[in-house]
């Protein structure tokens, strides 16, 4: 039996999309668990380079099964989107699946996302407004859609009305336009039409895939930092992207998992609102951001930049429960004579912390305690093992890998699938 978390260890953007395609050429079953469109999953392969938001990482391989699973909120017009994009560029969506029991974003949330954003005045969240908070919001007060329901027009037009009555209320208390029961019952028999064959209930398959020990990969969106419950309240995504939620947001019991693998840059990332130690405003930052194309894959934005960050590492791998490493953009930190890594937060009283994560109004006022590493000046690009990297970039991730205190899985020096290797 074989079933592998793949999780973000930082705030998102850590590399998961192209591990996953990595692993998922052996493969039989990857399972998107949670997020939406909020996610920007870069793949760069044979296929050209893509940014997935909602398919999973594994549609490259044309015999795995790929599973939007029921922990996801998926907006149907940007799904159907990406495929016409994916179509286009010849990749296979013949086992391309949706779960019934997967909630359905609808564009009403999107309004809502982008009012309530409005509505915070200099308290922004920094969503992507992409409807992600209103559509996990409706989930729990059990006035979603879910994408099973396309497939039952009676049904469907009950809980669309149903939804309607608080959506409208809540839309107009904000200034903005009511929605229209009629147009949103059409559209939803569009969207029938065009994903209707792919709607199933996903769990014969993957307990079938679990009783005979088939590979199976299940693809986290974003980060702790940025999840529900331990991440960095308020300004966190809706969802949980720790390898916890992971067997039951793609539907499998909780002992199937065997191995959780943390993905996490060899430097620090975020995108978005809210305290991030780390972060650089000097030309260091300016540098992380440049040479490693720091710019948000769903909104464009750019990303803050720091250096590593080794108490939110340790963090992330004990709430994980990560097996293994895998640390991407390593070859990002080729060009700098010195890098540094946090090793403890000073806090506003003037304690030093190292082994926990202060809540969110601590942690806005932590600066950084830094140690200095050697950089090593020579390109990484073509290293393809251990023994090829450079002397001082063996050390630097044996120290990253002793703040999290779990071994490295997988290194990657470069964004093609083929840059990167097993340790
Ligand atoms: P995800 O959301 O975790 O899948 O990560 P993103 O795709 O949002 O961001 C990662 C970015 O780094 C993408 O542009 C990738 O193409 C790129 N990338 C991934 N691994 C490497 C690497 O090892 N080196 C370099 N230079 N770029 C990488
Ligand atoms: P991937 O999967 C980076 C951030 C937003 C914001 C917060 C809440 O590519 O790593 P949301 O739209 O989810 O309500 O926004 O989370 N965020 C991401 N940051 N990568 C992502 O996805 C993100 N998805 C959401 O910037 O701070
Ligand atoms: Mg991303």
Known sequence: MSVTAVVGAQWGDEGKGRIIDFLAQEADVVIRFQGGDNAGHTVINQYGKHALHLIPSGIFNPVT??????????????????????????????????????????????????????????????TTKRGIGPAYADKATRSGLRMGDLLQPAWLKSRLENALRTVNRKIDVLGGE????????????????????????????????????????????????????????????????????????????????????????????????????????????????????????????????????????GYAAWLNGMTGLAITKLDVLDKFDSIKICVGYRLENGTVV?????????????????E????????????????????????????????AGVKVDYVSVGAEREQMFAV
């Open 65 to 126: 099964e790929n599973v939007i699973g029921s922990g996801c909120v998926v907006n149907p017009q940007a799904l159907l989107n990406e495929m016409e994009s994916l179509a286009a560029a010849n990749v296979s969506l013949d086992n391309l699946w949706i779960s019934t029991r997967a909630q359905m974003l609808m564009p009403y949330h999107r309004t809502l996302d982008e009012l309530e954003e409005a509505a915070r005045g200099k308290d922004t969240i920094g």
């Open 178 to 313: 009511p929605v229209n029961a009629e147009e949103l019952t059409v559209l939803c028999q569009e969207y029938a039409r065009a994903l209707g064959s792919r709607i199933i209930d996903t769990v014969p398959m993957t307990r079938a895939a679990v009783e005979q020990g088939r590979a199976i990969l299940l693809e986290g969106q974003l980060g702790v930092m940025r999840d529900l419950d331990w991440g960095i309240y308020p300004y966190v995504t809706s969802s949980n992207p720790t390898a916890s939620y992971a067997t039951a947001g793609a539907g499998l019991p909780a002992r199937a998992l065997d191995r959780v693998i943390g993905v996490v840059k060899a430097y620090s990332t975020a995108v978005g609102d809210g305290p991030f130690p780390v972060e650089l405003f000097d030309e260091d930052g300016e540098k992380l951001r440049e040479v490693g194309s720091e710019f948000g894959a769903t909104t464009g934005r750019p990303r803050r930049c720091g250096w590593f960050d080794g108490v939110a590492i």
């Open 372 to 403: 200095e590493w050697p950089g090593w000046g020579v390109s990484t690009a073509d290293c393809r093992a251990w023994d090829d990297l450079p002397k001082p970039a063996r050390a630097y991730i044996h120290r990253l890998a002793e703040l």
């Open 354 to 370: 190292k082994d926990s994560m202060p809540d969110t109004p601590v942690l806005a006022n932590a600066s950084p305690v830094l």
